[in-house]
Protein backbone atom coordinates (compact mmCIF):
# COMPACT_ATOMS: atom_id res chain seq x y z
CA UNK A 1 0.00 0.00 0.00
CA UNK A 2 1.24 3.59 -1.16
CA UNK A 3 0.85 5.96 1.87
CA UNK A 4 1.27 9.47 1.93
CA UNK A 5 1.96 11.69 4.95
CA UNK A 6 2.00 15.29 4.66
CA UNK A 7 4.76 16.91 7.62
CA UNK A 8 4.11 20.49 7.45
CA UNK A 9 6.75 23.04 7.78
CA UNK A 10 9.05 20.87 8.98
CA UNK A 11 11.60 23.91 9.06
CA UNK A 12 9.33 26.30 10.67
CA UNK A 13 7.55 24.04 13.52
CA UNK A 14 10.86 22.17 14.21
CA UNK A 15 11.38 22.12 18.36
CA UNK A 16 11.88 19.14 20.95
CA UNK A 17 13.24 16.58 18.11
CA UNK A 18 9.25 16.10 16.63
CA UNK A 19 10.51 14.93 13.60
CA UNK A 20 10.96 11.87 15.54
CA UNK A 21 7.19 10.82 15.31
CA UNK A 22 7.48 11.36 11.44
CA UNK A 23 10.60 9.20 11.31
CA UNK A 24 8.96 5.89 13.73
CA UNK A 25 5.69 6.58 11.52
CA UNK A 26 7.42 5.54 8.66
CA UNK A 27 9.82 2.85 9.81
CA UNK A 28 7.07 1.33 11.39
CA UNK A 29 4.72 1.35 8.20
CA UNK A 30 7.80 0.32 6.08
CA UNK A 31 7.93 -2.52 8.21
CA UNK A 32 4.50 -3.32 7.78
CA UNK A 33 5.20 -3.52 3.51
CA UNK A 34 4.00 -0.34 3.09
CA UNK A 35 5.42 2.37 1.01
CA UNK A 36 5.95 5.67 2.76
CA UNK A 37 6.17 8.86 1.03
CA UNK A 38 7.01 12.03 3.31
CA UNK A 39 5.80 14.88 1.91
CA UNK A 40 7.22 18.06 4.08
CA UNK A 41 6.43 21.62 2.49
CA UNK A 42 8.33 24.61 3.60
CA UNK A 43 6.10 26.93 1.68
CA UNK A 44 2.68 27.36 1.63
CA UNK A 45 2.66 26.77 -2.25
CA UNK A 46 3.68 23.14 -1.68
CA UNK A 47 0.95 21.93 0.31
CA UNK A 48 -1.28 19.94 -1.01
CA UNK A 49 -3.48 18.70 1.66
CA UNK A 50 -5.94 16.62 0.15
CA UNK A 51 -3.90 14.40 -1.15
CA UNK A 52 -2.63 13.47 2.00
CA UNK A 53 -3.69 10.42 3.56
CA UNK A 54 -2.22 11.42 7.01
CA UNK A 55 -1.03 15.47 7.89
CA UNK A 56 1.37 16.01 10.39
CA UNK A 57 3.19 19.15 12.41
CA UNK A 58 5.28 19.63 15.24
CA UNK A 59 6.28 21.77 17.75
CA UNK A 60 7.58 25.73 17.06
CA UNK A 61 8.39 28.72 19.40
CA UNK A 62 5.16 30.57 19.95
CA UNK A 63 5.79 33.76 17.16
CA UNK A 64 6.81 30.81 14.77
CA UNK A 65 3.35 28.93 15.27
CA UNK A 66 1.86 32.03 14.67
CA UNK A 67 3.39 32.32 11.42
CA UNK A 68 2.80 29.28 10.35
CA UNK A 69 -0.91 29.57 11.37
CA UNK A 70 -0.96 32.37 8.49
CA UNK A 71 0.82 30.29 5.84
CA UNK A 72 -1.71 27.30 6.67
CA UNK A 73 -4.83 29.53 6.59
CA UNK A 74 -5.98 29.38 3.47
CA UNK A 75 -6.26 25.40 3.71
CA UNK A 76 -8.91 25.91 6.76
CA UNK A 77 -11.52 24.95 5.15
CA UNK A 78 -9.96 22.06 3.35
CA UNK A 79 -8.85 21.24 6.46
CA UNK A 80 -12.09 21.26 8.45
CA UNK A 81 -13.56 18.92 5.64
CA UNK A 82 -10.56 16.27 5.94
CA UNK A 83 -11.33 16.22 9.60
CA UNK A 84 -14.90 15.51 9.37
CA UNK A 85 -14.02 12.90 7.03
CA UNK A 86 -11.66 11.17 9.39
CA UNK A 87 -7.98 11.77 8.01
CA UNK A 88 -5.50 11.13 10.81
CA UNK A 89 -3.80 14.07 11.85
CA UNK A 90 -1.19 14.86 14.52
CA UNK A 91 -0.31 17.86 16.04
CA UNK A 92 2.15 18.07 18.87
CA UNK A 93 3.73 21.70 20.35
CA UNK A 94 2.30 24.70 19.72
CA UNK A 95 1.00 23.30 16.65
CA UNK A 96 -2.46 21.90 18.32
CA UNK A 97 -3.07 25.93 19.31
CA UNK A 98 -3.55 26.65 15.38
CA UNK A 99 -6.67 24.29 15.14
CA UNK A 100 -9.06 26.51 17.47
CA UNK A 101 -10.95 29.17 17.47
CA UNK A 102 -8.81 31.94 18.58
CA UNK A 103 -5.31 32.43 19.97
CA UNK A 104 -4.67 35.50 22.32
CA UNK A 105 -0.81 36.43 22.62
CA UNK A 106 0.56 37.94 25.04
CA UNK A 107 0.24 41.26 23.39
CA UNK A 108 -3.79 40.83 24.02
CA UNK A 109 -3.81 40.64 20.27
CA UNK A 110 -6.17 37.95 19.11
CA UNK A 111 -5.44 35.96 16.32
CA UNK A 112 -8.24 33.72 14.70
CA UNK A 113 -7.45 30.20 14.58
CA UNK A 114 -8.27 27.74 12.04
CA UNK A 115 -11.68 26.98 13.44
CA UNK A 116 -11.49 23.37 13.01
CA UNK A 117 -12.13 22.84 17.24
CA UNK A 118 -14.22 25.68 19.23
CA UNK A 119 -11.27 25.68 22.18
CA UNK A 120 -9.50 28.70 22.49
CA UNK A 121 -5.63 29.59 23.40
CA UNK A 122 -4.32 32.66 25.60
CA UNK A 123 -0.81 33.07 25.54
CA UNK A 124 0.29 33.70 29.48
CA UNK A 125 3.96 35.22 30.55
CA UNK A 126 4.30 32.53 32.41
CA UNK A 127 5.41 29.52 31.21
CA UNK A 128 4.01 25.81 32.20
CA UNK A 129 7.14 23.38 32.19
CA UNK A 130 7.52 20.20 33.75
CA UNK A 131 6.50 16.45 33.13
CA UNK A 132 2.90 15.13 32.27
CA UNK A 133 1.14 11.74 32.74
CA UNK A 134 -2.19 10.99 32.91
CA UNK A 135 -4.64 8.34 31.42
CA UNK A 136 -6.30 7.97 27.95
CA UNK A 137 -8.89 6.60 26.01
CA UNK A 138 -7.00 5.06 23.66
CA UNK A 139 -4.86 3.37 25.17
CA UNK A 140 -4.07 0.95 27.81
CA UNK A 141 -0.76 2.60 29.23
CA UNK A 142 -0.60 6.00 30.98
CA UNK A 143 0.51 9.10 28.34
CA UNK A 144 3.63 10.34 29.16
CA UNK A 145 5.24 13.73 27.86
CA UNK A 146 7.12 16.92 28.70
CA UNK A 147 4.85 20.57 28.90
CA UNK A 148 6.60 23.39 27.98
CA UNK A 149 4.38 25.71 26.88
CA UNK A 150 2.81 29.37 27.46
CA UNK A 151 -0.19 28.07 26.48
CA UNK A 152 -3.38 28.28 28.41
CA UNK A 153 -5.83 25.92 26.55
CA UNK A 154 -10.25 26.11 27.59
CA UNK A 155 -13.23 24.74 26.10
CA UNK A 156 -11.56 21.38 25.18
CA UNK A 157 -14.41 18.88 25.15
CA UNK A 158 -12.40 15.69 24.55
CA UNK A 159 -8.72 15.54 25.74
CA UNK A 160 -6.42 13.05 24.44
CA UNK A 161 -5.74 12.76 28.67
CA UNK A 162 -9.27 11.82 30.38
CA UNK A 163 -7.11 12.10 33.23
CA UNK A 164 -4.09 14.06 34.40
CA UNK A 165 -2.61 11.90 36.59
CA UNK A 166 0.81 14.68 36.86
CA UNK A 167 1.77 17.26 35.89
CA UNK A 168 -0.44 20.41 34.50
CA UNK A 169 -3.76 19.61 33.47
CA UNK A 170 -3.10 22.14 30.30
CA UNK A 171 -1.23 19.46 28.79
CA UNK A 172 -4.38 17.19 28.33
CA UNK A 173 -4.53 17.81 24.13
CA UNK A 174 -7.15 16.60 22.46
CA UNK A 175 -8.91 13.55 20.76
CA UNK A 176 -11.67 14.65 18.03
CA UNK A 177 -12.67 11.85 15.41
CA UNK A 178 -9.06 11.00 14.16
CA UNK A 179 -7.33 14.01 14.91
CA UNK A 180 -5.11 13.70 17.70
CA UNK A 181 -3.19 16.93 19.35
CA UNK A 182 -1.34 17.37 22.62
CA UNK A 183 0.98 20.46 23.88
CA UNK A 184 3.48 17.53 24.83
CA UNK A 185 6.84 16.80 23.23
CA UNK A 186 9.18 13.55 23.66
CA UNK A 187 8.35 13.21 21.06
CA UNK A 188 5.48 11.71 21.72
CA UNK A 189 4.70 8.86 19.36
CA UNK A 190 8.20 7.58 20.51
CA UNK A 191 7.78 8.01 24.03
CA UNK A 192 4.00 6.43 23.74
CA UNK A 193 4.64 3.16 21.51
CA UNK A 194 0.56 2.68 22.36
CA UNK A 195 -0.60 6.13 20.91
CA UNK A 196 2.07 5.07 18.33
CA UNK A 197 -0.52 2.04 17.16
CA UNK A 198 -3.14 3.90 17.61
CA UNK A 199 -2.33 5.91 14.87
CA UNK A 200 -1.20 3.92 12.48
CA UNK A 201 -4.19 1.76 13.38
CA UNK A 202 -6.52 4.52 12.58
CA UNK A 203 -4.09 5.07 9.00
CA UNK A 204 -4.87 1.92 7.69
CA UNK A 205 -8.10 1.00 9.37
CA UNK A 206 -10.07 4.14 7.17
CA UNK A 207 -7.72 3.26 3.94
CA UNK A 208 -9.51 -0.36 4.32
CA UNK A 209 -6.08 -2.28 4.54
CA UNK A 210 -5.92 -5.74 6.68
CA UNK A 211 -3.05 -6.19 9.29
CA UNK A 212 -2.94 -8.28 12.19
CA UNK A 213 -1.01 -5.82 14.71
CA UNK A 214 1.35 -3.18 14.50
CA UNK A 215 5.21 -4.15 15.46
CA UNK A 216 6.06 -2.11 18.46
CA UNK A 217 9.58 -2.02 19.76
CA UNK A 218 10.36 -3.92 23.34
CA UNK A 219 12.54 -1.22 23.86
CA UNK A 220 10.11 1.52 23.15
CA UNK A 221 8.21 -0.66 25.17
CA UNK A 222 10.28 -1.00 28.36
CA UNK A 223 11.46 2.15 27.71
CA UNK A 224 7.64 3.55 28.84
CA UNK A 225 7.57 1.35 31.44
CA UNK A 226 10.61 2.90 32.95
CA UNK A 227 9.69 6.28 32.23
CA UNK A 228 6.10 5.39 34.05
CA UNK A 229 7.54 3.66 37.03
CA UNK A 230 9.78 6.90 37.97
CA UNK A 231 6.66 9.10 37.33
CA UNK A 232 4.60 6.95 39.64
CA UNK A 233 7.47 7.14 42.29
CA UNK A 234 7.43 11.04 41.97
CA UNK A 235 4.09 10.81 42.85
CA UNK A 236 3.94 8.74 45.44
CA UNK A 237 6.91 10.54 46.94
CA UNK A 238 4.75 14.10 46.94
CA UNK A 239 1.77 12.62 48.64
CA UNK A 240 3.97 10.75 51.36
Known amino acids: MNITILHLFPDLMNLYGDWGNVAILRRTLETMGHDVTVVS ?6 VYIETADMIYMGAGMER ?12 GKMLQTLV ?8 CGTAM ?14 HD ?32 GYLNSCSVVTGIETP ?11 GAGLLHRNVMASPLTGPL ?18 KGVHF ?17 EALKNRISEKNS
Do not use: W
Request: charged share 20%.
Open 84 to 91: EQGVPMVF
Open 189 to 206: LVKNPELLRYVITTLLTR
Open 97 to 110: DLLGATITDEAGTV
Open 113 to 144: GLGVLPFTVTHSNRRLVGDVMGDCPVTDRSVV
Open 212 to 228: EAVPLSEHAMAGHEITV
Open 64 to 75: RSLYALELLRPY
Open 41 to 46: PNTVEN
Open 160 to 170: LLSKVTLGNSH
